[in-house]
Structure formats: structure tokens, C-alpha cells
């Protein structure tokens, strides 16, 4: 029940950290262009056009968020599968950003994938 009320489709973005060759080109990560104002909003700066846009999603996970803290967000919809509902977890974005990392993670820090099957079985 607390799926159908909160929609049938949700969007989270997460940000992966930089890699350490981009960070230490910046000397730091404080130069970063990304912020998050409020919970599940991503500010992004254009230095070039001085210009900053933001973007609204169900849940923004930072570059400090942990395998958990992500697990814990989509956990309901493992739970829906064991109910016999369909659910699919589909992750989205460029190569490198960090999808394979989200969804299977090392073997001592285990994504979605792995969770999932454990919370399952």
C-alpha cells in the first residue's frame, strides 16, 4: 500500500565522488558544482555562464552516501516483490558515473543487486 501511494514510478539521482586524478587537479572538492539546497533537489552552477539550474527528484543521494543509505530508499520495493508485485530498478546515466558501483558494488560493499537477494532468500 505505501507504494501505490506514493506513485507508481520514482527517479533518484546520485552523485558519484570525483576520481581522484579530477580531484586532485582541484586541489580539493570544495570547488564542486553540484549542491543540494533541500532534500531530493540538485542545484548545478555553470561557471561558464553564470548560471545555475536546479533539478527535482524523488531522492538525491550525495557523493557521501553509503551503499545503505541507497538500499534503504529502494528496500520497499524488494519487500513489494516478495509480495508478488512486479518492481524494477532500472539504473540510468554516462559511463563512469557510477551505475555498476550502485547496482553491484565490491564484494566488501555490496549495491542493490546483492542486498536485494539477501533481503529475498
Do not use: H, W
Amino acid at each position: 500500500l505505501p507504494q501505490v501511494l506514493r506513485g507508481n514510478i520514482r527517479v533518484m539521482c546520485r552523485v558519484r565522488p570525483p576520481l581522484p586524478s579530477a580531484a586532485s587537479k582541484t586541489g580539493n572538492n570544495s570547488n564542486s558544482c553540484i549542491s543540494f539546497p533541500l532534500e531530493g533537489l540538485l542545484s548545478v552552477r555553470d561557471v561558464a555562464n553564470a548560471r545555475q539550474r536546479e533539478f527535482e527528484f524523488d531522492a538525491v543521494f550525495a557523493s557521501e552516501a553509503t551503499q545503505e543509505q541507497v538500499f534503504q530508499e529502494v528496500s520497499p520495493l524488494v519487500r513489494s516483490c516478495a509480495d508478488g508485485y512486479n518492481a524494477c530498478i532500472f539504473a540510468y546515466g554516462q559511463t563512469g558515473s557510477g551505475k555498476t558501483y550502485t547496482m553491484e558494488g565490491p564484494a566488501d560493499n555490496p549495491g542493490i543487486n546483492s542486498r536485494a537477494l539477501q533481503e529475498l532468500f
